[in-house]
């Protein structure tokens, strides 16, 4: 699955978190260092299955957990129209 | 917030101080009541008062209200004047107003809460057929050859310092808008209209206009400038357009992420977008461009804003 970011949104690393605007509602979001990686994972492209196994080897996590925890800030960020599913 | 030297400069200020004083002894009639937005030193209260005012709401959030209200006793109209010092969107009346007098702009109208708190006494505060001073205001922009200008935001974050690399800095300054006194032949294009407010029915603090500006003749442009002209009553008004005569307000600079060659008839076309943020009580900017030959072909050049320019934001809503 692809997930498209609007033109609307715009984004940008502060510290350790990634901080999202919602340019037409103008309104933030932040995401914490694992977040962060998801969305640079999104914003370069990536499926979700790719940033599935991303995770998996970077955080030495096991997929089961890693499957749960994306699909979920990826239903937050689609339900918020911070990302479109295609 | 403005100290009282800012406010000094604002009364030196003539275009500005003549034009109000004209519109608001134009507008204003006996036994009228009067809410003057943002009141700073009280010198447009005092003129209220002056027009014949039956009383007048002096709002102001800052301190400076202190020396308006001393300035109003001076005068001779401290029984006139009621002062409040809050912010106007906090600001419960008893009476509605005939006139609501505002100069909330920064360098252009679209400047922190003022549009927001404008379009809010407007709505509590005015009387049903009731005069706005100002009535209106045009955003202008056009296109600018200035290395100077262009410098505070590029030069001293890309050349580095004492072999420092100061490029980090360099995002956050090149996405930022600043005021600066733009001159008539730093312009490279003709000026085009972004947006007309009308603040008798403006109700929308926030903004989307796209706007074409064509090179008039060879040269870089390295960003654009905003300014505006203003009718305050039938007839009154101002700009402060490069080449007209100096302002308080000065022009907004607002550069590209580089410089862009043109030849003349070549445009950048301009994707620009204000939107207040409450919770920043501030706007974002942003500016996306297009560069478009004069042969037709046409390519994107960079997509920017100040949410860029910040090294670190606070009072995330969510």
Redesign the interface.
């Known amino acids: 699955m692809h997930a498209i970011i609007p033109e609307r949104v715009v984004y940008k690393m502060v510290g350790e978190e990634m901080v999202l605007l919602d340019f037409e509602r103008g309104v933030y979001y932040g995401l914490n260092p694992v977040g962060a990686r998801v969305w640079e994972l999104l914003a370069e492209g990536k499926t979700a299955e790719e940033i599935i196994s991303t995770l998996t080897d970077e955080f030495d996590a096991l997929e089961c957990d890693v499957k749960g925890d994306v699909a979920a800030l990826m239903d937050d960020l689609v339900a918020n129209g911070l990302v479109v599913r295609e | 917030m403005y100290d009282l030297y800012d406010h000094g400069r604002m009364i030196a200020d003539r275009v500005r101080g003549d034009a109000y004083a004209r519109a608001i002894a134009a507008t204003v009639r006996p036994d009228d009541i009067v809410v003057d937005l943002g009141t700073g030193t009280g010198i447009f209260a005092v003129l209220a008062c002056r027009a014949g005012a039956r009383r007048v709401y002096a709002i102001e959030p800052s301190g400076i209200i202190e020396v308006a209200r001393e300035i109003a006793a001076a005068n001779g109209c401290l029984d006139r004047i009621e002062f409040l010092q809050s912010d106007a969107r906090r600001v419960e009346l008893n009476e509605k107003a005939n006139v609501l007098v505002t100069d909330l702009r920064g360098t252009i109208p679209f400047f922190t809460s003022s549009l927001d708190a404008l379009i809010d006494a407007r709505k509590r505060f005015l009387a049903d057929g009731g005069v706005l001073i100002p009535r209106s205001d045009v955003i202008v922009a056009a296109l600018v050859e200035s290395p100077e200008a262009y410098a505070v935001h590029d030069r001293p974050w890309s050349a580095g310092w004492e072999g420092i690399d100061l490029t980090p800095a360099r995002r956050l300054a090149i996405n930022g808008m600043r005021k600066r006194m733009i001159e008539l032949r730093e312009l490279i294009s003709e000026p085009a209209n972004v947006v007309a407010i009308d603040y008798e029915t403006i109700a929308t603090t ?1 903004f989307e206009a796209t706007i074409e500006l064509g090179a008039t003749r060879d040269g870089t442009a390295h960003g654009f400038a905003l300014w505006f002209d203003t009718q305050l009553a039938c007839g009154i008004g101002f700009s402060n357009a490069p080449g007209s005569e100096a302002t308080i307000y000065g022009r907004s600079f607002v550069p590209f992420e580089s410089p862009v060659d043109l030849r003349q008839g070549d445009a950048i076309v301009i994707d620009l ?1 204000a ?5 920043d009580d501030d706007y ?1 900017w ?1 500016w996306n461009t297009t560069m478009k030959r004069r042969e037709g072909e046409s390519r994107p050049l960079f997509r920017q ?1 100040t ?2 320019s910040h ?3 606070f ?4």
């Open positions: 926030d977008a939107r207040f943020v409450s919770a974002l942003r804003s949410f860029f090294p670190r934001k009072g995330m809503a969510e």
